[in-house]
């Protein structure tokens, strides 16, 4: 669905909505600290803004912003987990906005950290913004997963395939799919006023992705660290505009 000038500045709200909400956890984040007490900053910046959680409550997931530590892909539930220096956290937050979502990820780093976690953390970034770089006008859509598979593979890594990107509006999760791979066929082309919310998932070893018995805690397979970043991206008659950046 291709969204209006009105409706994409109602996702501009919700989207500086998201990036207070990275801010703010970024800044809280750091050894001894629990993923619970993150997601009460969360929640304060969310009241604080008087807007919603798109998370909390959907399909039953019992918090307002997912955290992912270290071999943890996404969907991970806040709780008593401390926070260790070397760890890296993956932080997903959604907020609602006069009834618009804005959806995107981060990964950090939480003291020093391994050389090669700081390296899949620094390609993860750099495939989400190879994605971006492909939302043009006319272009296919799985041009996007082409170009975030093609950084990640260069680099050794992998991209996981069970979760991919979505298009966005009044609901989180809208058609199209937007793989993070080149999936054997272009897709549709893009037209300005397609928003989407593109978001690699990348594992230091191979893709595969087991979810824990919470029903929703997803990690890698093999047990290497996994990294994610997202923003929601809008394309405008200008070129690809994000909407969750701050400022």
Same mark, same amino acid.
């Given at each position: 669905?291709?969204?209006?000038?009105?409706?994409?500045?109602?996702?501009?709200?919700?989207?500086?909505?998201?990036?207070?909400?990275?801010? +703010?956890?970024?800044?809280?984040?750091?050894?001894?600290?629990?993923?619970?007490?993150?997601?009460?900053?969360?929640?304060?910046?969310?009241?604080? +803004?008087?807007?919603?959680?798109?998370?909390?409550?959907? +399909?039953?997931?019992?918090? @307002?912003?997912?955290?992912?530590?270290?071999?943890? *892909?996404?969907?991970?539930? /806040?709780?008593?987990?401390?926070?260790?220096?070397?760890?890296?956290?993956? *932080?997903?937050?959604? @907020?609602?906005?006069?009834?618009?979502?804005?959806?995107?990820?981060?990964?950090?780093?939480?003291?020093?950290?391994?050389?090669?976690?700081?390296?899949?953390?620094?390609?993860? !970034?750099?495939?989400?913004?190879?994605?971006?770089?492909?939302?043009?006008?006319?272009?296919?859509?799985?041009?996007?997963?082409? @170009? $975030?598979? !093609? &950084?990640?593979?260069?680099?050794?890594?992998?991209?996981? +395939?069970?979760?991919?990107?979505?298009?966005?509006?009044?609901?989180?999760?809208?058609?199209?799919? *937007?793989?993070?791979?080149?999936?054997?066929?272009? %897709?549709?082309?893009?037209? $300005?006023?397609? =928003?989407?919310?593109? !978001?690699?998932?990348?594992?230091?070893?191979?893709?595969?992705?087991?979810?824990?018995?919470? %029903?929703?805690? *997803?990690?890698?397979?093999?047990?290497?660290?996994?990294?994610?970043? !997202?923003?929601? =991206?809008?394309?405008? /008659? @200008?070129?690809?505009? &994000?909407?969750?950046?701050?400022?």
């Amino acid at each position: 669905m291709r969204r209006s000038p009105e409706e994409i500045a109602k996702m501009r709200r919700a989207g500086r909505v998201v990036a207070e909400m990275h801010e +703010r956890i970024r800044a809280a984040a750091r050894p001894g600290v629990t993923t619970a007490e993150l997601d009460g900053v969360a929640r304060r910046v969310l009241a604080e +803004r008087q807007a919603r959680s798109s998370f909390l409550g959907y +399909r039953g997931f019992p918090a @307002a912003i997912c955290t992912s530590p270290n071999d943890m *892909v996404v969907h991970g539930i /806040p709780g008593d987990y401390r926070l260790e220096e070397g760890d890296i956290l993956s *932080v997903d937050c959604g @907020a609602i906005v006069a009834g618009y979502h804005g959806d995107a990820a981060f990964t950090m780093a939480i003291g020093a950290v391994a050389p090669q976690a700081r390296r899949l953390m620094e390609v993860t !970034e750099a495939a989400l913004w190879a994605g971006i770089g492909q939302m043009e006008d006319g272009n296919r859509l799985n041009e996007i997963g082409r @170009a $975030v598979e !093609e &950084v990640v593979e260069k680099a050794g890594m992998s991209v996981v +395939r069970e979760y991919v990107g979505h298009g966005i509006g009044t609901a989180m999760h809208e058609d199209p799919q *937007v793989p993070n791979y080149w999936p054997g066929r272009p %897709g549709p082309r893009l037209k $300005v006023g397609h =928003v989407l919310a593109i !978001e690699p998932m990348v594992n230091l070893g191979q893709a595969p992705t087991v979810t824990l018995a919470d %029903g929703w805690s *997803v990690v890698t397979a093999d047990g290497s660290l996994s990294a994610h970043f !997202e923003h929601t =991206v809008a394309l405008t /008659p @200008a070129g690809p505009e &994000v909407l969750t950046l701050a400022g």
